[in-house]
């Protein structure tokens, strides 16, 4: 056996081959073996020995490099078995998550193996939000104490947020002197090398892990780096797979919302549909909807019209003339002339009756609306139907009363009109005896004292004359003679013998027309004459002619052509009023200069009053509003509508009767029919005019 440090000693040739390669094989066994050759001997071998010693010394420096090798690998082998433990551990956790784990315990166990890998003493990953925002943030390698005694993490900012933004693994040998770093939250223990890694998903940043090491720790190696990257394919895989799966739950929550939301809509839809048919079928509104063009043929009604009309649905629906043959004759030619102009209108609304299976027929509001589809062509035309019979019966009864309490107040107006005329008059009339009574006292003074005046003027010029007579017996030539003969030529006193008489005369007269004047408007307003009284018709229509003479002596002559009258039971001062308005109206007709013809007459029991104008006359249009309360063709400010319309309600309440009689540009006439006796129209209604 050979041993270290001994040098073997070749001497034959070809015999000791075979021992020389025993002896490389062992010299391959130990570190310090070589083969000697001999100064002297065969070059042979010597060349053999040389050759053996190189190849031992190369073998020798390759199994050392076997050797590094090996232990190389087997620090490799040692780390990827940490590795593949990590991949296991982060995908068991993984898979925990998976079957209902918490996703805070996933990420706390992505922290533990990331640390056993890499042999650090702090670990910690933050989560984001869409925008970028920190969800989560969990730690490891910190005592419960620790954590609780750190501030607020500066989120978005120092080193954090650089690895954030930078978007690639950095590594940081001394975290005090990086220029990104802010510092340590207060409570935190003072680490010395930082290794942050993002976590990308799709490009976008959706997590970062950070490592560190404490004060005393080691830095960071690229070994570290590739480790990191390596690990985190199956984080980012897991990150991305939650990603998904928190977006497919997001997108089932809300499906299942949605589906909720639509089984309850469904079910509401279905109430709502079913309280609608409930609605419809008890309900007077009757739906129908039909074809929008042709014979409008109807496709669709409710139920309830066999309730309203008495027909079953089907009858309407299986005979397209229906409708056609159920309104009344009257009232479709309107409908169907303007049901085309829904196409344009829109919508219309028609009244009509329609007639009901007993035969009868009932008025309907029926409502058209025309629907059109999202292409705005005409798809149906939807109508409502409601009997609304009863509400016409109404209005016909409310439109009767309407019309009676109209008749009422025109009566109560005119009532109120003659009221407010007879006070009026009865005013006028007081007014007049007032005048009068106070006109007659001067009147009388005046009346009495012309009187005297004419006496007194009588005797003086009787004076006169004696002195006349006197005169002539004077001498011709006395100074006093020649002086009363110049007086008499100054004063002309043969012209006021003369004209004194006149002026006393005149005067008198007019004294004797402000009385007759004072007497007919107490004559024409009979204030002591208010009851039924056998009155004068033509003294009556004397002084009203007399305080009408201001109004009609500028543009008529009138001319009286009186009959024999009885005397008649009546009220005077109210018919003297109808003739006053007859005979202004009539000097209001004519323009320019006319003639107004009064006549009276007699005919069996009773009498009548014409007054007849040459006037413009009446238009026919006109002729049967002029008895209405406030109707006038007069200027504003020249007429109030009132006249004929009183003059209508006296000969009226006489039991008499006015007619008229008008040619356009030739006249009219106005004639009153009076009874001779006062007759009450409600218990003798026989008695009628001629």
Not at 12 to 22: A, F, G, Q, T, V
Not at 505 to 521: A, F, M, T, W
Not at 532 to 547: A, E, P, V
Request: charged share 25%.
């Amino acid at each position: 056996m050979y041993t270290s440090n001994t040098r073997k000693t070749i001497n034959s040739n070809e015999s000791r081959i075979e021992e020389i390669i025993s002896v490389v094989n062992y010299m391959m066994e130990e570190d310090d073996w070589t083969v000697s050759v001999p100064e002297n001997g065969n070059n042979r071998l010597a060349d053999l020995a040389k050759i053996i010693n190189r190849m031992i010394t190369g073998a020798r420096t390759k199994i050392h490099g076997l050797e590094n090798n090996i232990t190389s690998l087997s620090s490799i082998n040692i780390r990827m078995s940490l590795i593949n433990s990590a991949v296991a551990g982060i995908r068991e956790a993984d898979d925990k998550m998976r079957r209902g784990g918490d996703i805070n315990t996933l990420y706390m166990d992505i922290i533990k193996n990331f640390m056993e890998v890499t042999g650090v003493d702090y670990g910690a990953i933050s989560i984001l939000d869409k925008e970028g925002r920190v969800k989560d943030f969990i730690t490891q390698g910190l005592s419960d104490k620790e954590k609780n005694n750190i501030g607020e993490m500066p989120a978005g900012k120092g080193l954090l947020g650089a690895f954030y933004h930078e978007g690639k693994a950095t590594r940081v040998d001394d975290i005090s002197s990086d220029p990104r770093s802010c510092g340590f939250p207060s409570g935190h223990p003072i680490m010395k090398s930082l290794l942050g890694l993002p976590l990308k998903v799709n490009g976008v940043t959706k997590g970062v892990i950070y490592l560190a090491n404490n004060a005393k720790g080691r830095s960071f190696s690229e070994d570290d780096e590739i480790i990191m990257n390596m690990l985190a394919s199956d984080v980012i895989d897991i990150l991305e797979r939650n990603e998904l799966l928190e977006a497919l739950r997001d997108s089932n929550h809300a499906l299942m919302k949605d589906i909720v939301a639509r089984k309850e809509a469904q079910q509401n839809l279905a109430k709502t549909s079913a309280r609608l048919q409930h609605l419809i079928d008890n309900s007077s509104t009757i739906i129908c909807s039909s074809v929008p063009s042709g014979d409008f043929r109807v496709t669709f009604v409710s139920e309830n019209l066999t309730r309203v009309f008495g027909y079953e649905p089907r009858e309407m629906l299986e005979d397209h003339n229906f409708l056609f043959n159920h309104i009344h004759p009257d009232d479709i030619t309107h409908i169907f002339s303007s049901l085309s102009r829904i196409l344009v209108d829109g919508q219309q609304m028609h009244e009509y009756r329609f007639r009901h299976k007993n035969g009868n027929y009932l008025w309907v509001h029926d409502t058209l609306r025309l629907i059109r589809d999202q292409k705005n062509n005409p798809l149906e035309i939807v109508s409502s139907m409601v009997d609304i019979d009863e509400r016409k019966k109404m209005e016909e009864v409310l439109r009767s009363e309407k019309e009676q309490q109209q008749s009422l107040i025109k009566q109560l107006q005119e009532a109120q009109s003659q009221l407010l005329q007879s006070e009026k008059m009865a005013s006028i009339g007081q007014l007049a005896a007032g005048v009068a009574h106070e006109i007659n006292n001067p009147v009388g003074y005046v009346s009495s004292n012309l009187g005297s005046l004419n006496n007194y003027v009588g005797d003086l010029f009787r004076v006169i004359d004696a002195y006349a007579k006197v005169e002539a017996l004077l001498p011709g030539n006395a100074k006093e003679v020649q002086d009363v003969q110049t007086i008499k030529n100054e004063t002309d006193l043969e012209f006021l013998k003369v004209d004194i008489a006149e002026l006393i005369k005149e005067s008198l007269g007019g004294v004797k027309r402000v009385k007759d004047i004072v007497q007919d408007l107490k004559d024409f307003s009979h204030v002591d004459e208010a009851e039924w009284q056998s009155i004068d018709l033509h003294k009556g229509l004397d002084s009203t002619l007399n305080i009408a003479h201001n109004e009609i002596k500028y543009k008529a002559k009138v001319i009286k052509e009186y009959g024999d009258l009885p005397l008649v039971e009546c009220l005077a001062s109210q018919l003297n009023q109808v003739f006053m308005n007859l005979l202004v109206n009539a000097a209001h007709a004519i323009e320019d200069r006319g003639t107004i013809i009064l006549r009276t007459g007699k005919q069996d029991d009773w009498v009548w009053v014409e007054v007849y104008d040459t006037g413009k006359g009446i238009p026919p249009e006109n002729i049967k509003r002029i008895f209405e309360p406030f109707f006038t063709t007069k200027p504003v400010g020249k007429g109030t509508g009132l006249g004929l319309s009183l003059s209508y309600g006296i000969v009226n309440k006489h039991g008499g009767r006015i007619e008229v009689q008008s040619e356009a540009g030739k006249g009219t006439s106005f004639k009153v029919w009076i009874p001779v006796r006062h007759v009450n129209i409600h218990d003798e209604l026989g008695n009628t005019a001629p």
